[in-house]
């Protein structure tokens, strides 16, 4: 159980473009998804909060008008980064919150790794 | 807020040596877990751990809460063990603090 995808896995896009990220839970309903960036060979970064049926909560310095979160339903979030560019090239993982033997852990999409040219 | 050390940075082994990997966390936490990021990035759940110990095959992990530090014990390492090893934490809220990560790579 507590199976996350994301799709696409790789996309390469050109300046000024929107991609959009799909991340999906699996086997399980994720009324809040997280959403994170990762640059080469450095950690994890929260960018934001997706929860079900509200708006996403953004952490400090995130653009909320570059980086659209939708979570329209229990199994779906999704991040649109809108007119890309080259510094928006990144490893874009998402994460859902799993109920598990009376406590919360994070599961996580395998990611996407945006190149913008 | 929570900040989240780990030590080292980065690791080298022959296969079947033993290690330890450790996180420091500055203020109390009641979630703790422990994560392998293989070569391809996926994350991989290896432990909940906010306090005590747990094993599971050749893993096993301790956190003190009280001291502020888990490790993560890894016996007869493999070469599928190579990646990168996280610890996240956070006190009465999902928002995981990352750590900085342990790079472990492990030769034939």
């Known amino acids: 159980g507590a199976v996350v995808s994301q799709h696409p896995s790789r996309v390469i896009c050109k300046s000024g473009t929107s991609v959009k990220i799909e991340c999906r839970s699996l086997?399980?309903?994720?009324?809040?998804m997280f959403w994170y960036r990762q640059f080469p060979k450095q950690s994890l970064m929260l960018m934001a909060t997706?929860?079900?049926?509200?708006?996403?909560?953004?952490e400090q310095g995130v653009e909320k008008d570059k980086f659209l979160i939708n979570h329209a339903s229990l199994t779906l979030s999704t991040l649109t980064v809108t007119s890309a560019h080259p510094e928006d090239s990144s490893f874009y993982i998402c994460?859902?919150?799993?109920?598990?033997?009376?406590?919360?852990?994070?599961?996580f999409g395998p990611g996407t790794r945006l190149t913008v040219t | 807020g929570i900040q989240v050390e780990q030590s080292p940075p980065d690791l080298i082994l022959q296969e079947g040596a033993n290690s330890t990997l450790r996180c420091n966390f500055s203020?109390?936490?009641?979630?703790l877990q422990w994560f392998h990021q293989n070569p391809w990035g996926q994350l991989i759940n290896l432990f909940y751990?906010?306090?005590g110990t747990k094993q599971n095959g050749r893993l096993s992990a301790t956190t003190v809460a009280t001291e502020r530090y888990s490790l993560l014990y890894i016996s007869s390492s493999q070469t599928t063990d190579s990646g990168v090893y996280f610890c996240?934490?956070?006190?009465?809220?999902?928002?995981?603090?990352f750590g900085t990560g342990t790079r472990l790579q492990v030769f034939p």
């Open positions: 994460s859902a919150r799993f109920l598990a033997g009376g406590f919360y852990e994070q599961y």
């Open positions: 086997d399980f309903q994720a009324t809040t």
């Open positions: 997706s929860n079900e049926g509200s708006k996403a909560t953004y």
């Open positions: 203020d109390s936490v009641n979630n």
């Open positions: 751990i906010p306090s």
């Open positions: 996240a934490a956070a006190y009465n809220t999902d928002k995981l603090i």
